[in-house]
């Protein structure tokens, strides 16, 4: 879900010509008068290789250091605000530099040293103190252009800042503190939140550093790996993370095994029993070879899943189901096989929202989706021009980490003193799983959103890879410059209206006039967070919301057609918990699912002036959700007749319930006890979900339905039950990683679920493709989605990253399923519904192509499904044409397969013929001449030549000569046919084997 776009801004800290004298720190070494920079204080004035990148929990500043040195930037504006740089004394005495730890509140960093040290610095922040005062001037020669939302930037320099600037660059300072001697030598060390925690190198152990000393005074605790029975002995530590959502490290050990580890707070040992053990923990990951030792690690709290990358470059996750050691692999993710060497694997992280898996290597980068989707790589960029231009971030990765909750990535690469900030653009469902988010392929971008129009366009048009087809649009400068990043955007059912969320407030957009609207007055932008997510009804904005005065929690509804103003908002409902989202469902109803585990129905009352939500029913789930805060996304199913007929405040007891939890998708169906009492049966119906979509949850504009002729269809035999079988509206489509996979019927899933009959779930349609799919695009019949690729030219000195768009055709594999289940009215009805689209032959002919490469290698003994597919194929008027395309793509061993269940080639030509397919019959030609049923001199070819010389298709005729000079070389069958069919024969000088075709 995420792609790198665009140019990335380069950073490095100039300090050449500077005397920093006084800004060498000598952290408690005593040494001599120091009176000006010596050569070693000129070489740690800039110019030394950055050796890591850290950023601070809250992500207001991170750090970069190298040997001698650290440097404290503020995230936005990117500036440097406070520098250290270690003299020779101080270097000589503790080592260089190893690593910076960050405290989480960002008051104290750690230094890291060499020998065995840790240096403490203490990072202060003079309340409203600003420093770097900007000038700008207008270009007096341009004239620019602005939104309505722009202008009231007003003047000065607000307009000329950039997202996240409005703040202005901070006064901070850095004072030298304290230095902590590790006598056992440091393998790795962590900064939590009470303190420091210490992998020592001998012994081995992991010792606890409090920032502050306990009610007992303590301040240090020991425990030796030798006295962890769950560590195998003679291993030392050599990797630790930390999660803190998850309350969960990983340890990394010196023999490649990986471990799950809690800490436990230890209480005072009682007198006579042993203490509490403060770490305890599971291995999950043991090496089989060399090549799979575990190197590096990252935690996803989102999806509950450890990563862990191997020595030889592959990257194994595993799924960390509970905290009592249960934790199976998941998925492998491995580095595309036409990359020869990807190098030694150097850094691995999520991004914030747990979407998008990053893994740095020494000789490039690559990026996946969660559960294994390819979305970007630097080993696809032509190592030459990468070094020629010096674009070192192509070329290897030290180390990284995630800006703007994933809107940026900043790469810090082997061997340079620069670092490198690139644009992401992402999938708006990972910030807002709306269903018109998951069907109308929302992106958000640094800056702005990103509309997919492909939607409202010709068919021809729909499947081109041009990039025209987004529509780019800027968020409002004054919005972004106070509110980044952009944490939800949510678009409409109909693709007319966009909204967004930023820290604060939110803003809204219609598609059709071009025109943002924001809050004219910034304190009620500033009085509420979108916290839950947003959906549009109609032209009206439902956003989840917790107001940042009071902490109350609110489900608003703004008018698009009214001036956002908290006095103009049209309803609000306040809730008693913090809400996790919103989902719009069916043509009026809303759920909202809360903390407390509560799912709410609202329906949408609208009268002549006004519009409200009135509550109807609510679903407790305790005991079923565990945990609230892992439920992505939720919808409903209602029966058909309780929701055309039925009374609403009667769903909640009637519906089936779909959450999507982590990466399960869980079916709850309603049951009612001996008692009367309602309740649910849980079964889970797919794992490793990125995201579905429910069909019923769409418009029926979107779905298609507009095109069907019902009538047509019911005189033809191909309406079933009375309604309209397998249109797709009833449907489930999800992405697991993979492959997009489909039940096109979700009744058939409903007969299936309940547990009490043992039945197992029908199978789905499983379509590979080799792209990430964002959508189903229903009317026309494709799956739509986006490939990164790197444009480089040597005439230029940078390169540019985008995305392309790719499309891939999911008619086949329907047609295919219903026809192996001997579904042939369905795939009748199916195949109807999309007859009039310009590539519906083509999708067939990818039918036949696809069932005959399987057939081909099939074993005698199975099924065949090819003669079925066949009989299918010749309901439809280009049967013939079908045949032949077919032929022309396939290899010839293949044609004795597919002619096995066909009519002889001989009365294909003649049916052909008859039907005036000239060109077809044309190709029955051939297939006949390859199985020796044709002659030179054949009646078939003279027949063929003189119907085209009749239609005057001089096209087929030249064709048809240049056939008869391959079977000729000599020309004498060609003469001898053209004297047969009274056309004039080539002359000496006529060129050859050309036709010298008639004039008049």
Known sequence: MYWPIGNPKVYSEVTEGRHVGRDISNDGVTSGDHNGPSERDENTTGGENILGLRITRNGHFFVTWTASSFTVWQSKPTVVVARVARSPESIKHYGANVTVLIRPDSAIFVVQTGNGFLITYTLSTEHGGRVYQGSFYESGGIARRRSSATAKVGAGSAANLGPGEGTGVANVSMRFRMVIKVDAGIAKALALDDGLVVATEKPAAVQSILWSPDKSGSQTSTELLTRMSWVDKDSAITEMIHDRPMNLSTWITSDGKAYAVQRHSVKSPIEGKSPKKAWQGYCFHTPDMEGSYAVKAAINARFSLIAIGCANGDILIYNARDYAGHIPLSHKLSVSSTVSSPGTLAYLSYSPDGYCMFAGFSNGWMMWSVYGKPTGSSFNANRVISENNDERWFLGIRDCFWLGGGSQLVLASNADPHFWM????????????????????????????????????????????????????????????????????????????????????????????????????????????????????????????????????????????????????????????????????????????????????????????????????????????????????????LPEDQLEHGDPSQDVGMATVLFLVDGKLVLLNPTTSEQGELKYEMRILANNVEHYALMRDQPSEYRGDSQIDVTSLMQNGYLMNGHNGQDLKDSIWYFDGTAMKVWPDVQDVLASASLDFGRELPPCVDIPIDFYPLSAVFAKGILFGIESEILQRRNVNFSTLRFVTRTHLFLPALLKYHLSRYNSPAALHLSHRYRTLDYFPHALEVLLHDVLDEEVDAAEAEQRLLPNVLSFLSTF?????????????????????????????????????????????????????????????????????????????????????????????????????LEVVDLIPPTASGGGDRLALPTG
């Open 422 to 637: 690139v644009d992401m653009a992402r999938s708006a469902v990972a910030g807002c799983f709306s269903p018109a988010n998951v069907t109308r392929s929302l992106l958000q971008t640094n800056s702005g959103i990103m509309v997919y129009r492909g939607y409202d366009v010709p068919d021809v048009s729909a499947i081109s890879a041009e990039s025209g087809l987004w529509y780019q649009v800027q968020v409002p400068a004054q919005y972004l410059l106070h509110q980044w990043p952009i944490r939800t955007a949510v678009t409409s059912a109909d693709g007319r209206y966009v909204a967004v969320a930023g820290r604060r407030g939110l803003a809204h957009y219609s598609v059709t006039s071009g025109r943002w609207k924001t809050f004219d007055d910034p304190t009620m932008e500033d009085e509420f967070t979108v916290r839950g997510g947003m959906c549009w009804y109609q032209h009206i904005l439902i956003a989840a919301v917790e107001s940042n005065i009071n902490n109350t929690y609110q489900v608003r509804m703004y008018s698009r057609e009214l001036a956002l103003d908290n006095g103009k908002m049209l309803h609000a409902v306040q809730l008693g918990a913090p809400i996790v989202l919103i989902t719009p469902s069916g043509d009026d109803s809303l759920l909202v699912y809360t903390y407390e585990n509560i799912l709410y129905h609202y329906m949408i009352a609208t009268t002549a002036k006004h519009m409200r939500l009135i509550q109807v029913g609510q679903i407790a789930l305790h005991g079923i959700i565990r945990a609230p805060l892992r439920v992505r996304a939720v919808s409903w199913i």
């Open 877 to 977: 008027p280009e049967y013939l044409d079908i045949i032949v395309q077919c032929t022309r793509k396939t290899e010839v061993r293949s044609w004795r397969t597919l002619f096995a269940h066909l009519p002889p080639p001989q009365e294909l030509f003649e049916e052909s013929l008859a039907k005036g397919s000239l060109k077809t019959a044309g190709g029955y030609l051939l297939v006949l001449h390859t199985f020796e049923e044709l002659s030179s001199s054949s009646e078939q070819l003279i027949r063929l030549l003189r119907r085209a010389k009749e239609e005057q298709d001089w096209e087929l005729c030249k064709e048809l000569a240049r056939f008869l000079m391959a079977l000729d070389p000599s020309g004498a069958t060609l003469r001898d046919a």
